[in-house]
């Protein structure tokens, strides 16, 4: 089983549409959870951590269900600027010290005018 | 707004030569890394640095590799011999160590290997 797995994608969408990204990981002791964006051919950039208790930022909502082993992304009222692929990323540190990130392999969004 | 920065943006090189590849991290950050990327598919993590030495590496960051901080700005990762697969995406990143270790991408160097 893969360590970080996502939504296979592309997801399609109208703008204004709300669209969900699931992420799963198959290690239990994994410790934080990240989701980022990365626009072609450019580096990812952070779009928010993900808590235990959900967090939101904007039109941006992470869930994680740690029984589940089980991360969400809702974005909703989708703008054109969206457009990107979204990466589920989660950090397993060997020993429970450190860092190890893995990163899924993105589910890519285009919206559409 | 401080941002992680790379030089070059693009680097071709011979099969079997040497290259360096340089990056600035963030200037309070603690923690630095390298990720490599091939064309479509993940990033994958090669290494992660603190304190002056090597905190993490991943199976792919073998004897070819290496990483330093030659001053209190640089980071570099050196491949001294290169393959054709090494072509990839380079990128740096570096972290302050709180907020789970979020960490932020330069915006890297590709690499072509001929």
């Known amino acids: 089983r893969k360590e970080v797995e996502q939504d296979p994608g592309p997801f399609n969408v109208p703008e204004g549409a709300t669209v969900a990204f699931n992420c799963t990981y198959s290690?239990?002791?994994?410790?934080?959870f990240f989701w980022y964006r990365q626009d072609c051919r450019k580096e990812p950039k952070l779009l928010m951590s993900?808590?235990?208790s959900g967090n939101e930022d904007g039109r941006f909502t992470a869930q994680l269900n740690r029984a589940s082993q089980y991360i969400s992304l809702l974005i909703r009222d989708s703008k054109l600027s969206d457009s990107a692929t979204y990466l589920c990323?989660?950090?397993?540190?060997?020993?429970?010290?450190?860092?190890?990130?893995?990163f899924g392999p993105g589910t890519r969004l285009s919206v559409l005018p | 707004e401080p941002e992680v920065t790379q030089t070059p943006s693009h680097q071709v090189t011979q099969m079997g030569q040497e290259v360096i590849l340089r990056c600035v991290p963030i200037?309070?950050?603690?923690?630095f890394y390298w990720y490599r990327q091939i064309l479509g598919q993940k990033v994958e993590f090669l290494v992660s640095f603190y304190n002056n030495e090597i905190s993490e590496k991943s199976e792919i960051f073998d004897d070819q590799f290496s990483v330093e901080r030659p001053d209190g700005s640089n980071f570099t990762l050196k491949i001294r011999s290169t393959k054709l697969e090494d072509s990839a995406m380079y990128f740096c990143?570096?972290?302050?160590?709180?907020?789970?270790?979020?960490?932020?991408f330069g915006p890297g160097t590709r690499l072509t290997v001929l």
């Open positions: 290690n239990s002791a994994s410790q934080s």
């Open positions: 990143a570096s972290s302050d160590g709180l907020a789970n270790y979020e960490q932020f």
């Open positions: 200037s309070n950050h603690l923690y």
């Open positions: 990323v989660v950090n397993t540190p060997p020993d429970n010290y450190g860092q190890n990130f893995v």
């Open positions: 993900v808590y235990s």
